[in-house]
């Protein structure tokens, strides 16, 4: 039985050969998926295990305060057994080119970096030139330098405290470390550690790494640094803390490497309803000669043997296919990856191959194509051999037909339950992941519940659309539409590949799409201020002259001043430290309704607003009272929570009014003023007033709320591009999977063709109804995916709101152009079984096997 199944292959390897294209390239999307998850995996273990004998501790704030007072860096050092102690310090600067204009892109500012003086704690790394050392020099990271075409000696310059600028000359080219590397393409710039927190104007610094002196263990250290820093800091060894941060970066990649996983499996899946459908019509086209096995003396287990194993033999060179192919696409893959590696440096790096990779990316293979044929090779080995003497085998049982409707209802009413209970949780603001698990849940179980269905309602379909193709071809239309309608199983197999792929690509556009609305209308209800006027450099007021003339300005509304906290304003909520920011009251007026619950209309001595995730997580809500110690002083105040923020809000996460802040922290200027135009004023004559009030202060970066929302929705475009990227493997063997159905059902009723040709069809007329027939099926997947996309990204989008404004949006144009590509793909699928058809000799069709 083993040598017939080799010879089922070898005999109709033309027609196994889309299936196993389809396996290969689901085990090649498994296959690159590891290979490439596993580099990344090697090479940032291998990163951070560079430095365990060279961190000793590092000292940390608690709570949602994160930087400490720079004046602790001092107290760190002075304690016994301390060799190096050195803080974070880098903050937003403009950087400006030498030619007046800024480095950064449109909106985007750059970041200033102290560099300590010993390079073991350095954040950078020196690739080029050397380090800055004198007073007017700066080191830069090398890709802004590339991207600007500047070199060493060339001339930058920088915003100084008094609104003016200063020249600094590059002195070396720099690689940002992790710790930088967040920034992306954001220019960075390095300066002495001391001369930074000068230009910066620092007060507080981020985490203090620790050195030890020879002969004091990590250990130690930390017992003597908590003595010596109390409780409301945290310290840790340097095992401690790169343990931590290689669960933070590792639990990131654990992320991407399950949405891969899972785009994989998508993979998997259309390829199996490829093969499915490829074998179930090998049976049928195999009838009589199944049963002349079964006459000749062949059992049930032999023949559904034999059936197994030429799906064995076709899953193991698919898979053996994939395999190269996966390689390859990790390798080309592999400089995508460079620039999603958070700081870690892939270029060279050899692909981590390892064995357990390749063993389970041909056990997929070989596991799918096993299930998915299993079906097919059971309803082989159930044939009679009296069916040797049938033309043709029985129409499907209704049993089957009885257990798919049930299926479809079942599923269809539990995925409706689950995914209306997801999406009402979701109205009240309860926890996002539980609503997504619930509503992604439902989605999922009302697919299964259309394809279960498909055979119930695809052949009416087929007739709504059909009256279409009669009217354009006529008779070929009709006898298209029939061939559909009077096999509905096969036609439900056939297009359940397209409605998976079509279903996961339509909801991710609906997905971005409605993050972009919620976006957008987030920012018009939560950040209702046409500019954001922000001071570079740590403490830099906003220069007197220009809030002055923007007051002074017909075509501005209003001004909002806030007061950014800092480690001296520091308050203590309910035992945790949070940092607010002093907002003058005039927020009441200008923007009352911009919160999620309560109304900034009172906002004013007395009050506070917090965000609401914070909110929720200190379980705090609107119209409580709460006690708040200033941290650095001790002054302590009642104040009455007004309202809750959104993400986007510009006065969050903490808010207090003006008056209260100047309190605690009188020292701490205007940094930030939110803007409104006057009534009727154009966007141009605004943006013109404003330029002309911040010009000769390039300390002074304004963010239109225009820019600011196109950088949100650059994200997400760029989100979209890589998840349909992923999906498109996916899209394509769903297409595979009509054009093989398409040729072996051609190849299943070549009798059938002849004898209309016989009949008088001509080579034009059955070309006609092939290509009809191809059109519609993929019109029906299409259809029915964009359709079924549509809902489940409106469910899932309800669910996964990032903001709490959600908004539905769908593109017009996204779903046409996939309506005409699915017309276009059934034309395609359907030319080469038609052209076969038609030139076939009518005495070669009506030739029996």
């Not at 102690?85 to 310090?89: N, P, S, T």
């Given at each position: 039985?083993l040598?017939?199944?080799?010879?089922?292959?070898?005999?109709?390897r033309?027609r196994?050969?889309?299936s196993?294209?389809?396996v290969?390239?689901?085990?090649?999307?498994?296959?690159?998926?590891?290979?490439?998850?596993?580099?990344m995996?090697?090479?940032?273990?291998?990163?951070l295990?560079q430095?365990?004998?060279q961190l000793?501790?590092?000292?940390?704030r608690l709570?949602?305060?994160r930087?400490v007072?720079?004046?602790?860096?001092?107290?760190?050092?002075?304690?016994?057994?301390?060799?190096v102690?050195?803080?974070?310090?880098y903050g937003?600067?403009?950087?400006?080119?030498?030619?007046?204009?800024?480095?950064?892109?449109?909106?985007?500012?750059g970041?200033?970096?102290?560099?300590?003086?010993?390079?073991?704690?350095?954040p950078?790394?020196?690739?080029a030139?050397?380090?800055?050392?004198?007073?007017?020099e700066?080191?830069l990271?090398?890709i802004?330098?590339?991207?600007?075409?500047?070199?060493?000696?060339?001339?930058?310059?920088?915003?100084?405290?008094?609104?003016?600028?200063?020249p600094?000359?590059?002195?070396?080219?720099?690689q940002?470390g992790?710790?930088?590397?967040?920034y992306?393409?954001t220019?960075?710039?390095g300066?002495?550690?001391?001369?930074?927190?000068?230009?910066?104007?620092?007060?507080a610094?981020?985490r203090?790494?620790?050195?030890a002196?020879p002969?004091?263990t990590p250990?130690?250290l930390?017992?003597?640094?908590?003595?010596?820093?109390?409780?409301?800091y945290?310290?840790?060894?340097?095992?401690?803390?790169?343990?931590?941060?290689?669960?933070?970066?590792?639990?990131?990649?654990?992320?991407?490497?399950?949405?891969?996983?899972i785009f994989a499996?998508?993979?998997?899946?259309?390829?199996?309803?490829v093969?499915?459908n490829?074998?179930?019509?090998?049976?049928?086209q195999?009838?009589?000669?199944?049963a002349l096995?079964?006459?000749v003396?062949a059992t049930?287990?032999?023949?559904?043997?034999?059936?197994?194993?030429?799906?064995?033999?076709?899953?193991?060179f698919a898979?053996a296919?994939?395999?190269?192919?996966g390689v390859?696409?990790?390798?080309?893959a592999m400089?995508?990856v460079?620039?999603?590696?958070?700081?870690?440096?892939?270029?060279?790096?050899?692909?981590?191959?390892r064995?357990g990779?390749l063993?389970?990316?041909?056990?997929t293979?070989?596991?799918?194509?096993l299930?998915?044929a299993?079906?097919?090779?059971?309803?082989?080995?159930r044939?009679?051999?009296v069916a040797?003497?049938?033309?043709?085998?029985?129409?499907p049982?209704?049993g089957?037909?009885r257990?798919?409707a049930v299926?479809?209802?079942?599923?269809?009413?539990a995925?409706?339950?689950l995914?209306?209970?997801?999406?009402a949780?979701?109205?009240t603001?309860?926890?996002?992941?539980?609503?997504?698990?619930?509503?992604?849940?439902g989605a999922a179980?009302?697919l299964?519940?259309v394809l279960?269905?498909?055979?119930?309602?695809?052949?009416?379909?087929a007739?709504?659309?059909?009256?279409?193709?009669?009217?354009?071809?006529?008779t070929p239309g009709?006898?298209?539409?029939e061939?559909?309608?009077?096999?509905?199983?096969?036609?439900a197999?056939?297009?359940?590949?397209?409605?998976?792929g079509?279903?996961?690509?339509?909801l991710?556009?609906?997905?971005t799409?409605?993050?972009?609305?919620?976006?957008?209308?987030?920012?018009?209800?939560?950040?209702?201020?046409?500019?954001?006027?922000v001071?570079e450099g740590?403490n830099?007021?906003?220069?007197?002259k220009?809030?002055?003339?923007l007051?002074?300005?017909?075509q501005?509304g209003?001004?909002?001043?806030?007061?950014?906290?800092?480690?001296?304003?520091?308050?203590?909520?309910?035992?945790?430290l949070l940092r607010?920011?002093?907002?003058?009251?005039?927020v009441?007026?200008?923007a009352?309704?911009?919160?999620?619950r309560?109304t900034l209309?009172?906002f004013?001595p007395g009050s506070?607003?917090l965000e609401?995730?914070?909110?929720e997580?200190?379980?705090?809500?609107?119209?409580?009272?709460?006690?708040?110690?200033?941290?650095?002083?001790?002054?302590?105040?009642?104040?009455?929570?007004?309202?809750?923020?959104?993400?986007?809000?510009p006065?969050?996460?903490?808010?207090m009014?003006?008056?209260?802040f100047?309190?605690?922290a009188p020292?701490?200027?205007?940094?930030?003023?939110?803007?409104?135009?006057?009534?009727?004023?154009a966007?141009?004559?605004?943006r013109?007033?404003?330029?002309?009030?911040?010009?000769?202060?390039p300390s002074?970066?304004?963010?239109?709320?225009?820019v600011a929302?196109r950088?949100?929705?650059?994200?997400?475009?760029t989100?979209?591009?890589?998840?349909?990227?992923l999906?498109?493997?996916s899209?394509?063997?769903?297409?595979?999977?009509l054009?093989?159905?398409?040729?072996?059902?051609v190849a299943?009723?070549r009798?059938e063709?002849?004898l209309?040709?016989?009949?008088?069809?001509?080579?034009?007329?059955?070309?006609?109804t092939l290509?009809?027939?191809?059109?519609?099926?993929?019109?029906?997947?299409?259809?029915?995916?964009?359709v079924?996309?549509?809902?489940?990204?409106?469910a899932?989008s309800r669910?996964?709101?990032?903001?709490?404004?959600?908004?539905?949006?769908?593109?017009?144009?996204?779903?046409?152009?996939?309506a005409?590509?699915?017309?276009?793909?059934?034309m395609?699928a359907?030319v080469?079984?038609a052209?076969?058809s038609a030139?076939?000799p009518i005495?070669?069709?009506?030739r029996?096997?």
């Open positions: 039985m040598r017939l199944a080799w010879a089922n292959v070898v005999v109709r033309s196994l050969a889309m196993a294209l389809g290969a390239l689901a085990v090649a999307f498994v296959c690159g998926t590891f290979i490439v998850t596993d580099t995996r090697t090479a940032l273990i291998d990163s295990s430095s365990p004998s000793s501790a590092a000292v940390m709570g949602q305060a930087t007072p720079r004046e602790l860096v001092d107290r760190v050092r002075a304690v016994p057994g301390v060799a102690a050195e803080g974070d310090l937003a600067m403009t950087v400006l080119g030498p030619d007046g204009r800024r480095l950064s892109a449109e909106g985007d500012r970041v200033l970096a102290g560099i300590p003086a010993d390079e073991r704690l350095s950078v790394r020196l690739v030139g050397r380090a800055a050392s004198a007073r007017n700066v080191v990271d090398q802004t330098a590339r991207a600007h075409g500047l070199a060493i000696g060339s001339t930058v310059s920088l915003p100084d405290p008094a609104g003016g600028t200063d600094y000359v590059i002195s070396g080219l720099v940002p992790p710790k930088l590397a967040k992306g393409t220019a960075i710039v300066m002495p550690y001391e001369r930074a927190a000068v230009v910066l104007n620092a007060v610094v981020g203090i790494d620790v050195l002196q002969g004091v250990e130690e930390v017992t003597r640094l908590r003595a010596a820093l109390g409780s409301g945290g310290v840790l060894t340097g095992e401690e803390v790169r343990r931590m941060e290689a669960n933070e970066a590792l639990s990131a990649l654990d992320a991407f490497i399950s949405s891969l996983v499996l998508i993979s998997v899946l259309i390829s199996g309803f093969v499915y490829t074998f179930s019509i090998l049976v049928v195999r009838f009589r000669e199944t096995l079964r006459c003396g049930r287990r032999q023949v559904l043997r034999t059936a197994l194993a030429e799906s064995a033999l076709v899953g193991l898979s296919a994939g395999l190269a192919i390859g696409l990790a390798h080309a400089g995508t460079i620039d999603m590696a958070d700081g870690i440096d892939l270029a060279g790096t050899a692909l981590d191959i064995p990779t063993v389970l990316a041909v056990l293979g070989l596991g799918m194509t299930v998915a299993a079906i097919p090779a059971l309803r082989a080995g044939v009679l051999p040797a003497l049938r033309e043709a085998h029985a129409a049982a209704s089957r037909r257990r798919s299926l479809a209802v079942v599923a269809g009413v995925g409706l339950a995914a209306g209970y997801g999406v949780i979701a109205d603001g309860d926890d996002s992941q539980t609503e997504l698990v619930f509503t992604g849940a179980l009302v299964v519940a279960a269905a498909g055979p119930r309602y695809l052949p009416p379909l007739g709504a659309i059909g009256r279409g193709a009669r009217r354009l071809t006529g009709r006898l298209a539409v061939n559909i309608r009077r096999n509905p199983s096969r036609s197999t056939t297009t359940a590949a397209l409605i998976i079509l279903t996961l690509v339509t991710v556009s609906v997905l799409s409605s993050m972009a609305a919620s976006i957008e209308a987030g920012y018009a209800k939560h950040s209702p201020f046409d500019y954001t006027l001071a740590g830099a007021p906003i220069p007197p220009v809030q002055s003339a007051e002074s300005s017909p501005v209003g001004l909002v001043p806030i007061r950014q906290g800092g480690v001296r304003a520091d308050i203590v909520v309910k035992g945790e607010p920011q002093g907002v003058h009251p005039k009441a007026e200008l009352p309704g911009a919160v999620t309560g209309a009172g004013g506070i607003a609401r995730k914070l909110a997580r200190m379980r705090i809500d609107v119209g409580d009272v709460l006690d708040v110690r200033a941290d650095a002083t001790g002054i302590a105040m009642e104040l009455r929570v007004v309202a809750l923020l959104d993400g986007l809000s006065i969050g996460p903490v808010a009014a003006e008056p209260d100047v309190r605690i020292d701490k200027p205007v940094s930030v003023l939110l803007l409104r135009g006057a009534n009727g004023v966007e141009p004559r605004l013109a007033a404003v330029d002309a009030a911040v010009a000769g202060y002074v970066a304004a963010l239109s709320r225009v929302a950088q949100w929705n650059t994200s997400v475009e989100l979209r591009t890589l998840l349909l990227a999906l498109g493997l899209v394509v063997i769903a297409f595979f999977s054009a093989n159905t398409m040729s072996l059902s299943e009723r009798g063709f002849g209309l040709r016989a009949l008088g069809m001509t080579r034009d007329q059955l070309r006609r290509t009809a027939e191809s059109v519609v099926m993929s019109m029906l997947g299409v259809g029915v995916g964009i079924l996309g549509i809902v489940c990204g409106w899932l669910s996964l709101a990032i903001v709490s404004e959600a908004r539905f949006a769908v593109s017009g144009a996204f779903v046409a152009a996939f005409a590509l699915g017309v276009l793909v059934g395609a359907g080469l079984p052209r076969r030139t076939a005495v070669e069709s009506l029996k096997e």
